[in-house]
């Protein structure tokens, strides 16, 4: 059972950058893949929770992207220290959510297309609010 934890939000201008951070613990001999998230409010909706980055597992990892972040968002891990990132660069207003860490048993590789599908993952965090204001 893995528990997954968000840090790094907050408020910044827009063409602003922000780090995410989502520590993992409970880690075996599993192998998993993981994707970050976000969810804006949609007005007289329910709220949409929006694919955004992926590794998808593997050595080297195959990571995948959501067409409005490619070129400024970056995700990465760092295996030793069990802590996924998301490097968010020229951040515009339309970034503004809740953004979730999730991991999925066994990761993506085999099952590609079915990153962005947020019932595919088995764990996720709390979320964590970024606030971009023009």
């Known amino acids: 059972h893995l528990e997954l934890a968000e840090f790094g939000g907050g408020s910044v201008q827009s063409g602003g950058s922000l780090r995410l951070s989502c520590t993992i613990s409970?880690?075996?001999?599993?192998?998993?893949?993981y994707g970050w998230f976000r969810r804006t409010p949609q007005k007289g909706r329910e709220p949409v929770r929006e694919a955004v980055s992926c590794d998808a597992g593997g050595d080297p990892p195959l990571k995948f992207y959501a067409e409005s972040v490619k070129g400024r968002f970056t995700i990465s891990r760092d295996k030793a220290k069990a802590v996924l990132y998301l490097e968010m660069t020229n951040l515009k207003p339309e970034d503004t959510a809740v953004y979730f860490c999730a991991a999925k048993l066994g990761g993506f590789r085999r099952i590609r297309d079915r990153w962005t599908v947020p019932h595919e993952y088995d764990y996720w965090g709390q979320g964590t609010q970024v606030n971009v204001s023009s």
């Open positions: 409970g880690l075996g001999p599993d192998s998993y893949g």
